[in-house]
């Protein structure tokens, strides 16, 4: 992935050494050379922020509805530092009671009762207990966070033990 990053930078420094030769020799108006320097400077960027959840940053993006939880750490809010605190999962989303797709880190604010749960739920999976999660949106409608880091709704999460397949008759 480091890779196409660096090949991606390139193809925007080509770029914009492009337009900064064409600004110089043509004979447009002095606002629309302006105009596409600035555009060329601001694709850069727009282009970062855009490549950072390809690097693999936890999502800010709500969660799907069903989904097996595969791993879970808890930054706990500090003070001092002015440090929120975030909760992070890492999960595989549950369609119709099949696991489908990969797995996919998420970014929670934090909440002391989500950090319960995840404790629980951790606690659960290291005596071998798939655990179940469920996220609905927030009933009161409040927003998560301020900063527009985590997704744009809370949501209600709630962990609980895989429960067992049934098995088809014989």
């Known amino acids: ?20 030769a064409l600004n110089i020799r043509s004979g447009w108006p ?3 050379r302006l105009a596409c320097i600035v555009a060329v400077s601001a694709l850069y960027f727009v282009t970062w922020q855009s490549l950072q959840g390809l690097r693999g940053w936890p999502t800010g993006q709500a969660l799907p509805h069903h989904f097996i939880l595969n791993a879970s750490t808890v930054t706990e809010p500090d003070e001092g530092d002015g440090d ?3 909760i992070y999962l890492w999960v595989t989303p549950v369609i119709d009671d099949d696991p489908i797709g990969t797995p996919r880190a ?15 739920a951790r ?3 290291r ?7 469920t996220a609905t949106p927030d009933v009161e409608g409040r927003r998560a966070a301020d900063t527009n880091y985590f997704a744009p709704e809370t949501q209600q999460i ?13």
């Open 158 to 170: 709630q962990l609980e033990d895989l429960p067992e397949p049934s098995l088809p008759e014989k």
């Open 84 to 86: 929120p605190g975030r």
């Open 123 to 125: 606690d659960e999976m």
């Open 30 to 32: 002095l606002w629309v």
């Open 1 to 20: 992935m480091t890779e196409t990053l660096w090949l991606l930078a390139g193809a925007y420094v080509a770029l914009g050494v492009l337009v900064l």
């Open 127 to 133: 005596n071998g207990q798939l655990q179940l999660g």
């Open 106 to 120: 998420f970014a929670l604010p934090y909440e002391r009762r989500l950090h319960t749960q995840v404790q629980r």
